[in-house]
């Protein structure tokens, strides 16, 4: 194959066909924010915060692992079945985001690209009576 056979045959290669590895800012933070922060902050219930690159990097295997087991995120209901306000699951796409994240060394990715954090309004009192 001549010099301008094989250009036109690497240029017709569509750029999507390469995969890229998952980053934080533009990947994985809309996940986290959307399916885990919620539980994941300070002051709510679950045991670590899930808010910057810095943590989410710092417990990204363990993350995969608790989502590979179906420990996490902690929602019983099927949602092939119904929906629910407030549900909260992992589309296997989403947990496939999130393992190729990890085994792509955690790539943090532009600032530019996060959603930005979430709001959680403080709930200062709770009255059960």
């Known amino acids: 194959m001549n010099?301008?056979?094989?250009?036109?045959?690497?240029?017709?290669?569509?750029?999507?066909f390469v995969a890229q590895t998952p980053t934080f800012h533009e990947d994985v933070a809309p996940i986290i924010f959307g399916q885990c922060?919620?539980?994941?902050?300070?002051?709510?219930?679950?045991?670590?915060?899930?808010i910057t690159y810095n943590e989410v990097?710092?417990?990204g295997s363990y993350i995969v692992e608790v989502i590979q087991s179906g420990d996490m995120?902690?929602?019983?209901?099927d949602h092939n079945y119904t929906h629910f306000r407030g549900e909260r699951f992992l589309?296997?796409?989403?947990?496939?985001v999130l393992v190729d994240w990890v085994?792509?060394?955690k790539l943090e990715g532009d600032?530019?690209?996060?959603?930005?954090?979430?709001?959680?309004?403080?709930?200062?009192?709770?009255?059960?009576?």
Request: aromatic share 10%.
């Open 111 to 129: 600032l530019a690209s996060n959603p930005g954090v979430p709001y959680f309004p403080a709930c200062n009192s709770l009255n059960f009576r």
């Open 57 to 59: 990097a710092m417990y």
């Open 37 to 50: 922060s919620s539980c994941h902050h300070e002051g709510a219930l679950a045991p670590m915060n899930l």
């Open 73 to 77: 995120p902690p929602w019983i209901p």
């Open 3 to 16: 010099r301008l056979g094989l250009l036109i045959l690497i240029t017709a290669i569509p750029f999507d």
């Open 91 to 96: 589309t296997e796409s989403e947990k496939q």
């Open 103 to 105: 085994d792509g060394g």
